[in-house]
């Protein structure tokens, strides 16, 4: 089992709908959470994180956790074609410093 | 932009030779971090800096080495390439005032390594 899961997808959604992609993680001590968007050939790009079970919102984005079934998400509403990349889960767990943990990513594409 | 940057950005080397990669930290910033992307794959954590003393590692053997210079940059070795060494080589900084649990870490744009 994986440490970190991810659909690779691609995800497709229409301009304007709402995006959902979902992440488990295996380590029942991980305390913190992260979502990173890379653009093709690119690094990636901290958008969210969250360290307490519900939802966190910054903008169009929603970040969900719910660490009893070890499962995070994240939202994006009112999708735009500039959104399409891989999205990045990662975890950090407790003991282990600054450590992230990543899963294989999510390609999400919004079509016009 | 994060503040991270990286050098170089592109690298071609030949299997069984050196590579030096170097990352200058976000201002403010004491720790570094390299991770390994494969193409296709999440980023892989090689190993962390945290005020000039390795304080993690992944798991990559002993010839994938690294230091952090008193101004907080820093640099990964890799001896002994292999073709499989070829990927895109990522480093993030952070800064762990409140607690490693809610520190945030930033990547620089990463270089390209190709080992043929």
């Known amino acids: 089992q994986k440490e970190v899961e991810q659909n690779s997808g691609p995800l497709s959604v229409p301009e304007g709908a709402i995006a959902s992609l979902n992440c488990t993680y295996s380590?029942?001590?991980?305390?913190?959470f992260f979502w990173y968007r890379q653009y093709s050939g690119k690094s990636p790009e901290l958008i969210m994180s969250?360290?307490?079970?519900g939802d966190k919102e910054d903008g169009r984005f929603t970040a969900q956790l719910n660490k009893a079934s070890q499962y995070v998400s994240l939202l994006i509403r009112d999708s735009q074609p500039s959104d399409s990349a891989t999205y990045l889960c990662?975890?950090?767990?407790?003991?282990?410093?600054?450590?992230?943990?990543f899963g294989q990513g999510t390609e999400l594409s919004v079509k016009p | 932009e994060t503040g991270v940057t990286q050098s170089p950005t592109h690298l071609i080397k030949t299997r069984g030779q050196q590579v030096t990669l170097r990352c200058s930290s976000q201002?403010?910033?004491?720790?570094v971090s390299w991770y390994q992307q494969a193409l296709g794959q999440g980023p892989q954590f090689i190993f962390q800096?945290?005020?000039?003393?390795?304080?993690g590692r992944g798991n990559f053997p002993p010839r994938f080495s690294g230091l952090q210079f008193p101004n907080y940059s820093s640099e990964l070795n890799v001896n002994a390439l292999e073709l499989d060494d070829s990927a895109l080589y990522l480093c993030?900084?952070?800064?762990?005032?409140?607690?490693?649990?809610?520190?945030?870490?930033?990547f620089g744009q990463g270089t390209r390594l190709t080992v043929v």
């Open positions: 969250i360290y307490s079970n």
């Open positions: 201002s403010g910033h004491n720790t």
């Open positions: 990662a975890v950090k767990g407790g003991n282990q410093g600054g450590k992230l943990i």
């Open positions: 800096y945290y005020r000039e003393e390795e304080n």
């Open positions: 993030a900084s952070s800064n762990p005032t409140g607690g490693w649990v809610v520190t945030e870490a930033f």
């Open positions: 380590d029942r001590g991980s305390q913190s």
